[in-house]
C-alpha cells in the first residue's frame, strides 16, 4: 500500500492546485480523480469550454454585424459551422487538461484515475482504473459541484438538457429556452443567440444576476432585451415537458397567470450542488449538512482534524478562483504557515459581452447593514478607447466609505471587465480609498481609465470627462 503525506479527491481547479502547492511545499501528494482527464468541471464541461464558444460565437457575430463599420467587406454568406466550432473548443480544452497532466509530472504528484471513497480517517479506496487503498495523513476534498435540477423536471439530456449538453450541441436550437438568469444561463444563452437561436429567459427572482448590485442587472438586461432575447424575469417554473422535438414550459407570472413556452430545446441553469456521492465521508467521520456541503471551520479542516475541504463542496460562492485560493490555503495550514483568505475580495464575472465583474460589498449589502457610503460612477461611452473598439456600454461603479473614503465595493459592466477588476481586487486588499485610485495613473487610451474616472467621481465628484 502507498503511503502519502496528503491525498486529493477531485482535480478541479480546487484539487489540482492544491496538489501543485503541497507537492511545493515538500509533501509526498497523490491526487485521485474519478474521470480519465484532470481538471474537473472547470476545464472540461464548464469555464474553459463555454469561453472558447463564447469567444467564436463572438467572433462570428462581430464579422457578420460589425466588420462593415470598420471598412472589412466580406463577399458572399457568412455562415456558422458549429461542427467544427465545437471540434475547437473540444481541442482548447484538450489543450488545457493536457496541461494538467504535464504540471502533476513535474512536481512528481502520482494520479489515481477512479472513484475515491473513504475507508476510514487514514485510507481510501479507489475503484476504477487504478484500483486499490492508498494511506494519507492528510485528506483533501475537492469534488466539486453538479449541476442541479428542480424536482419536476426530468432531463433527457437531448431536449431537455443542462450546461454540459448545452456546451455540444450537434445544430443551433431554433428556440433556446433558458430556465434561470445567472452566469451560465447567460452566458450561454448569448453563444446561441450570436448565431441565430431565439433565446427566451425565465428567472423566477424580479431581476437577472441578481445576487449581482442591482444596476448591473439592470445594463445587462438592457444588452439582452437589444439583442432580441425575450427575458422573462418574476417567472416561477411550474413544468416542463418534451413532445417530440418540441419543449413545452409552464410558468407563472407575478400576477399568477399561467404562461406558456414552446421551443426545441430548454436549459436548466438554475445554479449547482455539492457533489459528494461515493465519497463515503461518514466512514471517515466528515460531517455533511443539510445542503449537502462538507462542514468545515475557518481554517477548512472537516469534523475529522486531519481531513480537509475546498471548493463547490463547501459553503461559499462556487468559483474556481475561490477553490484555487483555498487549496492554497490548505497546503500551507498543512506546512505550518498562516495563509490569509478575504472572501469579502474574491471577484465574481460574468463572461457575456459587455463583460460583468463585481469584487466587495453591493448597494443592497451597504444600505442594509446602514453602512453610510458615497457612489462614484463612470461610463465607458465616454472613454476614448471604448468608441475606438466600439464597445460603449456599460459602466464603472466605485462605493466607499462616506468618512473614509475607503472602497467597499466595485461593479462594472463593459468590455474587458473580467480583467479590469483585478485592478479593484489589489487596490481593495491594500485597504485603498477611492482617492488614492484617482490618484496613480493610468494609460491612456485604455478601458481601465474608466476606473479611474470613477474613483474620481467616487472622491469629490471630480470625474474629467463626463
Given at each position: 500500500m502507498n503511503s502519502y503525506d496528503v491525498a486529493i479527491i477531485g482535480s478541479g481547479p480546487g484539487g489540482y492546485v492544491a496538489a501543485i502547492r503541497c507537492a511545493q511545499l515538500g509533501m509526498k501528494t497523490a491526487l485521485i480523480e474519478k474521470y480519465s482527464t484532470l481538471g474537473g468541471t472547470c476545464l472540461n464541461v464548464g469555464c474553459i469550454p463555454s469561453k472558447a464558444l463564447l469567444s467564436s460565437s463572438h467572433h462570428y457575430e462581430e464579422a457578420t454585424k460589425h466588420f462593415a463599420d470598420h471598412g472589412i467587406e466580406i463577399p458572399g454568406e457568412i455562415k456558422v459551422n458549429l461542427e467544427k466550432m465545437i471540434a475547437r473548443k473540444q481541442a482548447v480544452v484538450d489543450q488545457t487538461t493536457g496541461g494538467i497532466d504535464f504540471l502533476m509530472k513535474k512536481n512528481n504528484i502520482d494520479v489515481?484515475?477512479?472513484?475515491?471513497?473513504?475507508?476510514?480517517?487514514?485510507?481510501?479506496?479507489?475503484?476504477?482504473?487504478?484500483?486499490?487503498?492508498?494511506?494519507?495523513?492528510?485528506?483533501?476534498?475537492?469534488?466539486?459541484?453538479?449541476?442541479?435540477?428542480?424536482?419536476?423536471?426530468?432531463?433527457d439530456k437531448e431536449r431537455i438538457i443542462t450546461s454540459t449538453e448545452a456546451l455540444k450541441l450537434k445544430e443551433v436550437p431554433k428556440h433556446l429556452m433558458i430556465i434561470g438568469g445567472g452566469v451560465i444561463g447567460l452566458e450561454l444563452g448569448q453563444v446561441y443567440r450570436r448565431l441565430g437561436a431565439e433565446v427566451t429567459v425565465i428567472e423566477y427572482m424580479d431581476r437577472i444576476i441578481p445576487t449581482m448590485?442591482?444596476?448591473?442587472?439592470?445594463?445587462?438586461?438592457?444588452?439582452?432585451?437589444?439583442?432580441?432575447?425575450?427575458?422573462?424575469?418574476?417567472?416561477?417554473?411550474?413544468?416542463?415537458?418534451?413532445?417530440?422535438?418540441?419543449?413545452?414550459?409552464?410558468?407563472?407570472?407575478?400576477?399568477?397567470?399561467?404562461?406558456?413556452?414552446?421551443?426545441?430545446?430548454?436549459?436548466?441553469?438554475?445554479?449547482?450542488?455539492?457533489?459528494?456521492?461515493?465519497?463515503?465521508?461518514e466512514a471517515a467521520g466528515v460531517k455533511i449538512n443539510d445542503r449537502g456541503q462538507v462542514e468545515v471551520n475557518e481554517h477548512l479542516q472537516t469534523s475529522a482534524p486531519n481531513i480537509y475541504a475546498i471548493g463547490d463542496v463547501v459553503r461559499g460562492a462556487m468559483l474556481a478562483h475561490k477553490a484555487e485560493e483555498e487549496g492554497v490555503f490548505v497546503a500551507e495550514t498543512l506546512a505550518g504557515q498562516k495563509p490569509h483568505i478575504d472572501y469579502n475580495l474574491i471577484p465574481g464575472v460574468v463572461y457575456t459581452w459587455p463583460e460583468v465583474a463585481a469584487v466587495g460589498k453591493t448597494e443592497e449589502e451597504l444600505?442594509?447593514?446602514?453602512?453610510?457610503?458615497?457612489?462614484?460612477?463612470?461610463?465607458?461611452?465616454?472613454?476614448?478607447?471604448?468608441?475606438?473598439?466600439?464597445?460603449?456600454?456599460?459602466?464603472?461603479?466605485?462605493l466607499a466609505d462616506k468618512t473614509t473614503d475607503e472602497v467597499l465595493g466595485v461593479h462594472m459592466i463593459g468590455a474587458r471587465c473580467a480583467d479590469l477588476i483585478a485592478e479593484a481586487v489589489t487596490a481593495m486588499e491594500f485597504r485603498a480609498s477611492a482617492e488614492d485610485i484617482s490618484r496613480y495613473s493610468h494609460a491612456h487610451p485604455t478601458f481601465a481609465e474608466a476606473v479611474k474616472e470613477a474613483a474620481l467621481a467616487a472622491t469629490d465628484d471630480r470625474a474629467l470627462h463626463v
Open positions: 489515481y484515475e477512479g472513484v475515491g471513497a473513504f475507508k476510514d480517517a487514514t485510507h481510501i479506496t479507489i475503484e476504477g482504473k487504478d484500483a486499490g487503498e492508498i494511506e494519507a495523513k492528510y485528506s483533501i476534498i475537492a469534488t466539486g459541484s453538479k449541476p442541479s435540477n428542480l424536482p419536476f423536471i426530468s432531463l448590485d442591482a444596476g448591473l442587472s439592470k445594463e445587462l438586461n438592457k444588452v439582452f432585451k437589444k439583442a432580441k432575447c425575450k427575458m422573462m424575469v418574476s417567472h416561477k417554473v411550474q413544468s416542463v415537458e418534451r413532445n417530440g422535438d418540441e419543449v413545452v414550459v409552464n410558468a407563472e407570472n407575478k400576477k399568477g397567470e399561467l404562461v406558456e413556452f414552446k421551443g426545441d430545446y430548454c436549459l436548466v441553469s438554475v445554479g449547482r450542488r455539492p457533489y459528494t456521492d461515493g465519497l463515503n465521508a444600505k442594509e447593514a446602514g453602512t453610510a457610503y458615497k457612489v462614484g460612477q463612470f461610463p465607458f461611452r465616454a472613454l476614448g478607447r471604448a468608441r475606438a473598439s466600439g464597445d460603449i456600454d456599460g459602466f464603472v461603479k466605485i
